[in-house]
DNA sequence: CCGAATCCTGCGCGATACTG
DNA sequence: CAGTATCGCGCAGGATTCGG
């Protein structure tokens, strides 16, 4: 062994690839939306403020691609989709929320900070 | 009080305004790289592979400005600068450290859904 | 109601070159 | 070693329009 007690970051790490999914800006509020149980598309748009009908659209292809969220159509007229969080996805739900707990505590926080610094500059 | 569980994704919520924040491809990195104690300019380079000057640089300078990083100069020749998470920084390590977690868990898993779905279309 | 397809723009970010 | 400055492209993603 050698004393070289870091792994780095490396191009093709897991966490790289999880930024690489859910590091846009919709991905982790249509996930957190889906949190409370399924929803139709209209519901999810009305939820997540200012994601256009493509976004969403993409979005959740992706996430379907996944394996993170499911897409079940009612094939009735007019048509209803509904979309929920699998079982993997679910597992998200823990990791993703201590974020959303911490960003409740800290953004004032960070904020201020941020005033303040750009007053001293 | 109203019938509205659900506390929707406004534009301005503390959730939108951490996506904002860390939401880029490099600022979870760095952060992480940090988590072992103080690092200089070009050590944080090495370890967070394929990273720019610029935004190395760039991305350092606004968690500063957030109160998340600390950045200390030793006036001597050659510079020597060092940068390390602030108390407030490392608050986020937890939640971070989550998501690393599940991503070594998960992704593999996610990868395999990605080629299944890809190879049913 | 739920999408697909197309066009168009901003700007994130990499490449490169130059300072103290 | 640790930056700053400038240029230019790629592409995420918004607006709009059409289909089932």
Known sequence: MTDQSW???ERDC???????RIGDRWTV?????????PLRFGELSRRVDGVS???LTQTLRALERDGLVTRTLYPQVPP???YELTQAGRTLQGPLGALDD?????MVG????????????
Chains 1, 2 share one sequence.
């Open 110 to 121: 960070v904020l201020a900070a941020r005033e303040a610094y750009d007053l001293s500059v």
């Open 80 to 82: 209803r989709v509904e």
């Open 102 to 106: 911490w960003a409740r505590t800290h």
């Open 7 to 9: 792994d780095p970051y």
């Open 29 to 37: 509020l249509i996930i957190g939306a889906l949190g409370d149980g």
């Open 53 to 55: 009908q493509k976004m």
């Open 14 to 20: 897991p966490t790289r690839q999880l930024l690489d």
